[in-house]
């Protein structure tokens, strides 16, 4: 049985912690799938760790569509969620809704993520929910405002934007969002966001007090040639890949490979 929305906020009230990674390509979503991950995320972040992009700002709709499609063929037990990039929702209620009804119709992704929680965007929200489209919600550290929050920075220091943080989590949680990515907030934040919700929050550099935590894979992986401080790389794929490759080349060139 795949993972459901509902299922998610029964983990929380049990206090069973949710395990969330990013995929971009079917090899990898089966991998996470058949790992037992509980919800595959098809982040913008692909467009920097994919795509080669320096931000996720030039991703756009059909470069999402396109991954998640990728990814649906190889998920079949976890919950899977697909951001709506830059410019796709921002302009207008009615791009929203149409931007994620292609996502949900073109993909078969279960829900959306969008970024931000003031009060238009949460309108916004709580106008895909009726339509039937389940909403994560992404507080913090929004990459998308990168340009405006100047750079990749911590949110939410200052008792000021923290508790504006924690309002905007409280409306988001009423507009229907099922869950709340927290990014790269202090963790006496992350603590409070998740006490005052009853839906799940999902860190990533918000302390281990969250309901869940989420990791965009190619760090985990150590793939990028670059990682956020919060980020744990469990293994060094980056030097395995290139010790293979280059073990290939040399056979290659010293006709080794293939043997008689
Ligand atoms: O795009 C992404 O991968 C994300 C995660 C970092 C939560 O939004």
Not at 30 to 50: E, F, H, W
Not at 76 to 93: C, G, I, N, R
Not at 105 to 131: C, F, M
Not at 246 to 259: A, K, L, N
Request: include cysteine.
């Amino acid at each position: 049985m795949a993972i459901t929305t509902q299922q998610l906020i029964r983990f929380k009230k049990e206090g069973r912690a949710i395990a969330v990674l990013t995929a971009s390509d079917y090899p990898f979503a089966q991998i996470l799938d058949q790992a037992g991950i509980d919800v595959i995320l098809v982040g913008d972040s692909l467009g920097m760790v994919t795509l080669g992009y320096e931000t996720t700002l030039p991703v756009t709709l059909d470069e999402m569509i396109h991954h998640a499609k990728a990814v649906r063929r190889g998920v079949k037990h976890a919950l899977m969620v697909v951001d709506l990039p830059f410019m796709t929702y921002q302009e207008s209620h009615e791009q929203a809704m149409r931007s994620a009804g292609r996502v949900m119709k073109e993909t078969g992704a279960q829900a959306v993520k969008l970024e931000g929680g003031y009060a238009d965007r949460v309108t916004t929200i709580a106008q895909l929910v009726q339509a039937g489209i389940p909403v994560m919600g992404h507080l913090g550290l929004t990459p998308q405002s990168v340009h405006q929050v100047g750079g990749f920075r911590q949110q939410g220091r200052s008792p000021a934007e923290a508790e504006t943080m924690m309002v905007e989590a409280i409306a988001l949680e009423k507009a229907g969002c099922f869950a709340i990515v927290l990014e790269h907030i202090p963790p006496e934040l992350g603590l409070h966001i998740s006490q005052k919700l009853s839906i799940p929050t999902i860190g990533i550099g918000a302390g281990p007090q969250c309901d869940g935590q989420v990791l965009v894979t190619a760090d985990l992986l150590g793939l990028s040639a670059w990682q956020p401080p919060f980020a744990k790389v469990y293994t060094n794929l980056r030097e395995s890949i290139t010790q293979a490759v280059q073990t290939f080349g040399s056979e290659v060139r010293e006709h080794r490979f293939p043997q008689e």
